[in-house]
């Protein structure tokens, strides 16, 4: 069946470091979502990428859509402490959405 | 203001006593789902509904059930619980393009 996996599963970082995670799609997806989850918080919306090789930015997050639409990465420059949290990417095919396992970051200042 | 609310929002059962969470939205959503999170496996969809009276399965739909009989309610409904429905569900409303998540539940069932 449709899986989503996301890389990787934790990652430390001294705060002003760069982080990148990467999310790979077994099948063509329609659209991938971003979502940011807080410790002990519910997932929160962060983007939406639809069309092949996009590239979208919000300030310091880089948000990318490959080519054949199966994979995407999320990039932070110079992370600060409130970016802690799991990052989750969403695959869209269809009417269903296959999340990725998350990424947990964790920043040291 | 803007939200989806879940109740309850902690719910401690025994198996087989059924049980339903509500999951109200009041951002005249079409598309409303409900998930479950378990550590090390993210997100996985249970079901899905499209609109009033349109429900899917998702990934796990084994063991639950929904209905959408207005549009800002979908609750979800476990007839039998087992122990390997521990898990923190959340309920999420909004489009093909972005869903806005509840505050979750967090089910244990011994």
């Known amino acids: 069946g449709q899986q989503v996996m996301q890389i990787p599963q934790y990652q430390h970082v001294q705060e002003g470091e760069d982080f990148t995670t990467y999310c790979n799609s077994s099948?063509?997806?329609?659209?991938i979502q971003w979502y940011k989850q807080r410790p002990g918080g519910h997932p929160v919306f962060l983007i939406q990428?639809?069309?092949?090789?996009e590239v979208k930015k919000q300030k310091r997050l880089t948000f990318q859509f490959g080519e054949a639409k199966k994979n995407s990465s999320l990039h932070i420059t110079a992370t600060q402490t409130t970016d802690v949290g799991t990052y989750f990417c969403?695959?869209?095919?269809?009417?269903?959405?296959?999340f990725g396992t998350g990424t947990s970051l964790t920043v040291i200042p | 203001e803007a939200q989806v609310t879940q109740n309850p929002r902690y719910l401690i059962t025994v198996t087989g006593k059924k049980l339903t969470v509500t999951c109200s939205q009041n951002?005249?959503?079409?598309?409303m789902s409900w998930y479950r999170q378990d550590p090390g496996l993210g997100l996985r969809q249970i079901y899905y509904?499209?609109?009033?009276?349109?429900?899917d399965k998702g990934d796990v739909p084994e063991g639950y059930k929904v209905s959408r009989k207005e549009k800002r309610n979908f609750p979800l409904i476990l007839e039998s619980p087992s122990p390997n429905q521990t898990s923190l569900y959340f309920c999420?409303?909004?489009?093909?393009?972005?869903?806005?998540f509840g505050p979750g539940t967090r089910l244990t069932v011994t």
């Open positions: 990428l639809v069309k092949s090789g």
């Open positions: 951002m005249n959503h079409e598309y």
């Open positions: 099948t063509t997806l329609s659209n």
């Open positions: 969403a695959g869209r095919a269809g009417n269903q959405f296959y």
């Open positions: 999420a409303s909004g489009n093909l393009r972005e869903q806005y």
């Open positions: 509904s499209m609109n009033v009276e349109v429900t």
